[in-house]
């Protein structure tokens, strides 16, 4: 069969690639998800495009910034589709069984469809930082950069199989034991810190290249990946470069011939039968055991989830505020997301199912707001031994349980594209809640007052008004 | 048991059920009948409170209320389940909500052979044991009304016989059935009365052998629906 046939085919299954795991979630809402699906994956497609393109274009004036731009292509291609590619290696796509083609064309049409997950943000980079490298570098520089960036693509493909096979087969779906839970989260919260590792690392490599003499270090570590792919990026034929990167070259080639076969075949999941017993618990534990088995099976969830625990990270103990001030600057900062959380988890519910149990309105916004407050706990305990975040403790339980039940009085819950002003005015009144003992704070640190007090006074308050809400439903 | 009066339901601008009114007595199957699209999965919805609809719906004299769930049970056509999680986690989390049913949902996964794919996420079984997972997750807390949409689909001979089984047994102490099929065997078999639905309406209703004289159900269904000739249909697609 012809390329272009085959490259008609594979569209369909890449849309069906990209569908299936929202459908999963939301098999209530199957035709809004159609409906808006594609779009999404289109205009995050651009974005990541457009951002890659504008960092491949703009680092190619300096070579430590090539360096961290080649740092970052390995880690984003390898993480940032790892949702898509878990659904991906676990796909048979049957249908193209069922049709009038060869094992050949329908292996070709999987490859395809893996190339799609990838096509417009690694074709464009490919085109645009060889051209970039030329603008700055000279004609020399454009065939070893087209060669290290697709090197670079390659070995990125892989790794991105085989981290979704990983947690395809290893993780997302290891149920039964707490032990598998807790392997889970420690996997998921090592990925975040990955993530925010090596972009701290992509960071100070840029921050370093405005620092005079710090290009140096490109000559000084051209021993090591990526400084060696940056040197030869430039069209400098240094020879400890090129030796070290003919290793990574061949890894390449290994890679892609990896690569497809593993993309040929499939994940299965062997699971063992067990013996089980169906324990009742209240139903607030109920839903709160439930969206945690959500969020640590699925890395995209929990990834938002963790933000706040992960911002306390890089605020309360990379980058350690000295005074109070930017104490409360990195709590703001850890609840500037914070709010959102409780939104996500009622989005998250299969609201089809709520409709046929007799649930409690009431337990599900007080399970929410635990859910909320532990991140927020985590985060706080990050901050440690600032207690200043544990002051505002209680305006974060307050602004859960306000927000959810005012939204929820709107209708603005169970369906989050429905009321864009309903929804717009819920978040208003949760920011509302958690920044007035913020700016209380500030207030009382800019008079002189006790700023303790002013934390704690407002967040108490509100507390307790939110009591209130605790009787309804 | 149950009381439907004038039921309409909209989507937009499409009307999908036009003013249906029937009963579902206390000891009975009662089947609904219709070709696809004829708004049979929309009654039951309405029933249990999945779609917005006009006009009366009551069971045991009252409106449902949110508390009046665990006098129900649903099966739907489509499986509502939480993927993510296994069937033990999702039968637990069932009966946390309901407050009941953790020993009968064992009980009855193991009637359904579910034991070997208790640890599994139901995001990974095939839409049988989706459908057993269904099934088990509607009658674990002894309901007194059962709604079964297409119920048997997808089930293999063992358990589909297990659950008529149950649903007759279910009738017989006195429960009642609201059940949708579009096949006529099986409708034949199981309802004590059967209303036939096309294009949103009601347009015969009652006992089986009072409506079907010297005809099969079959013949009885698409003399009514206007499927009788089919005949140069089938010649065509030959």
């Known amino acids: 069969m012809r390329f272009l046939e085959l490259w008609r085919i594979s569209k369909p299954l890449y849309y069906d690639l990209i569908l299936s795991e929202f459908v999963q979630r939301r098999r209530g809402n199957v035709e809004e998800v159609v409906r808006s699906v594609r779009i999404n994956a289109i205009s995050s497609k651009i974005i990541l495009t457009i951002f890659m393109v504008l960092i491949g274009v703009y680092s190619a004036r300096s070579l430590i910034d090539v360096s961290a731009f080649f740092l970052m292509m390995l880690f984003v291609v390898s993480f940032f589709f790892l949702h898509t590619m878990t659904t991906f290696v676990s796909k048979g796509f049957e249908i193209l069984k069922t049709l009038p083609l060869s094992e050949d064309d329908i292996a070709k049409i999987r490859l395809m469809t893996l190339f799609r997950v990838f096509d417009l943000p690694l074709v464009s980079v490919t085109v645009s930082f060889p051209i970039a490298m030329v603008w700055y570098h000279g004609a020399k520089a454009f065939l070893p950069s087209m060669i290290c960036i697709l090197s670079v693509e390659i070995i990125s493909i892989f790794l991105s199989i085989r981290f979704a096979k990983f947690f395809y087969e290893k993780v997302a779906y290891s149920t039964g034991s707490a032990l598998s839970i807790i392997l889970r989260t420690i996997t998921y919260i090592a990925w975040s810190i990955a993530f925010v590792g090596i972009y701290a690392i992509s960071s100070i490599f840029s921050f370093l290249s405005k620092i005079s003499g710090f290009e140096k270090m490109v000559y000084e570590f051209r021993f090591v990946y990526p400084f060696n792919y940056s040197l030869l990026s430039s069209g400098v034929m240094d020879p400890v470069a090129l030796l070290t990167s003919l290793p990574i070259f061949a890894l390449s080639f290994y890679a892609f011939r990896l690569s497809i076969r593993e993309a040929l075949v499939e994940s299965r999941i062997s699971f063992r039968a067990v013996r089980f017993k169906i324990r009742r618990t209240n139903p607030i534990t109920a839903f709160l055991k439930k969206d945690f088995r959500l969020v640590t099976r699925n890395p995209g969830f929990f990834v938002i989830v963790a933000i706040p625990v992960v911002e306390a990270f890089l605020f309360g103990r990379i980058i350690k505020p000295n005074t109070t001030f930017d104490t409360l600057l990195a709590t703001s900062i850890i609840l500037g997301f914070l709010p959102m959380i409780p939104f996500i988890l009622i989005g998250l519910e299969s609201w089809d199912l709520l409709a046929t149990l007799p649930f409690k309105r009431r337990h599900l916004r007080l399970s929410k707001t635990i859910f909320g407050c532990f991140v927020y706990g985590i985060s706080a305990l990050v901050m440690l031994p600032n207690f200043v975040p544990f002051l505002i403790y209680p305006a974060v339980f307050a602004t859960f349980l306000i927000g959810l039940s005012i939204a929820e009085s709107l209708g603005a819950t169970r369906n989050v594209y429905v009321g864009l002003w309903k929804a717009l005015a819920v978040i208003v009144l949760c920011y509302t809640i958690t920044f007035i003992p913020i700016v209380s704070g500030i207030v009382a640190l800019m008079i002189g007052g006790n700023v303790y007090l002013a934390l704690l006074t407002p967040a108490l308050l509100e507390f307790f008004v939110s009591l209130m809400f605790l009787a309804e439903g | ?238």
């Open chain 2, 1 to 238: 048991m149950l009381e439907v009066r004038d039921l309409r339901i909209r989507y937009g601008e499409f009307e999908a059920v036009k003013g249906v009114s029937f009963e579902v007595k206390a000891g009975e199957i009662f089947g609904i009948l219709g070709p696809n699209g004829a708004g049979k999965s929309s009654i039951l919805k309405a029933v249990i409170g999945l779609v917005e609809y006009e006009g009366e719906v009551r069971l045991m004299g009252k409106e449902i209320t949110p508390e009046m769930k665990n006098d129900i049970g649903f099966v739907p056509e489509e499986p509502i389940l939480i993927e993510s999680l296994t069937p033990a986690e999702f039968f637990e989390f069932i009966a946390s909500i309901r407050g009941k049913g953790e020993r009968k949902a064992e009980v009855l996964a193991r009637a359904f052979g579910l034991e070997e794919y208790m640890s599994r996420p139901i995001a990974t079984l095939s839409m049988g044991n989706r459908r057993k997972v269904s099934i088990v997750s509607a009658l674990m807390h002894d309901p007194k009304f059962l709604i079964m949409d297409e119920p048997l689909n997808g089930l293999d001979a063992k358990s589909a016989r297990i659950l008529k089984d149950f649903m007759r047994k279910h009738v017989e102490s006195g429960g009642a059935i609201l059940f949708s099929t579009h096949i006529m065997e099986i409708a034949e078999k199981m309802c004590d009365r059967i209303a036939v639905i096309n294009e949103g309406r009601i347009i015969a209703m009652g006992r089986i052998d009072e409506l079907v004289k010297d005809e099969t159900l079959e013949d009885f269904f698409l003399k009514l629906v206007g499927g009788e000739d089919l005949g140069g249909i089938v010649d065509a697609i030959s």
